[in-house]
Nanobody, 124 residues
């Protein structure tokens, strides 16, 4: 069974950094796209970054480009999201997700498997 578990969220001041982790079990990354999403109350989930098992170039939403970096450790079946220069607008619940069968990772509406989420709060 595919399972994804996020960790690493917490409280941080504006300008600070956090690294989120997504530990996967029940599958290997080969053939999957892994994405990071975030959600605030009253809004839908926003895809902010993803990486494909087939190509090396990741995708970033404009809102996080230059500040966030996605990476994988295949030996550990873990995906990371390094978040630098955090802003209060980054406050949200962050989710990782897996998408099977699509060549490109940035079709965020197609993700099927989801973690439970981890809260990130950035104070001004």
């Amino acid at each position: 069974e595919v399972q994804l578990v996020e960790s690493g969220g917490g409280l941080v001041q504006a300008g600070g950094s956090l690294r989120l982790s997504c530990a996967a079990s029940g599958f290997t990354f080969d053939g999957y796209n892994i994405g990071w999403f975030r959600q605030v109350p009253g809004k839908g989930r926003e895809g902010i970054s993803c990486i494909s098992s087939r190509i090396s170039v990741p995708h970033y939403a404009d809102s996080v480009k230059g500040r966030f970096t996605i990476s994988t450790d295949n030996a550990k079946n873990t995906v990371y999201l390094q978040m630098n220069n955090l802003e209060p607008e980054d406050t949200a619940v962050y989710y990782c997700a897996a998408d099977w069968g699509n060549y490109y990772c940035s079709n965020y509406e197609l993700y099927e498997y989801w973690g439970q989420g981890t809260q990130v709060t950035v104070s001004s």
